[in-house]
């Protein structure tokens, strides 16, 4: 009986870490697409890198262009160091914020409001710990439960 026993454990864990995995939202796998679907057409590697747009922001505002976020290593500088919060700002659907508007992004990750609900909720998961704090008011715990897979 004992060995029946461990023997469901072990496949209920077996079970259990796959889904874990399978569920385990990363960039390659899950954001990259709803990235390429929803905000390319005004980030994709034809804009600015950050430190140009910010420094040209007039210039690129005039011209209705918005800084390059196409890879994950531009789009994860702008949940971490050196723009942190600044895409959990602009997605969040007011939730998060103090007055409960939602971010000027918010409205291009879905066609309709429950598209833009379970992208934000992947969003969120990709993150881990959704948190519309700038750079130097986060706390050590806070950068460190942010996930952002590749």
Known sequence: MKAVTALAAVALFTLLSGLAQAQEVTWSKDIKAIFDKNCLACHDA??????????EKDVWMKKGMAMRMDTYSHLVSFVG???AGAL????????????GKPGN?????GANEEERQ?????????VGNWNLKRWPDLTKEEVSGLKVKY
């Open 81 to 83: 160091w050196p723009n």
């Open 105 to 109: 992004m918010y409205a291009y990750l």
């Open 46 to 55: 034809n804009m600015p890198e950050y430190a140009r747009f910010k420094k």
């Open 118 to 126: 379970k992208n934000l909720q992947i969003f969120k998961n990709w």
């Open 88 to 99: 959990m700002r602009r997605l969040d659907d007011g939730s998060g914020s103090k007055d």
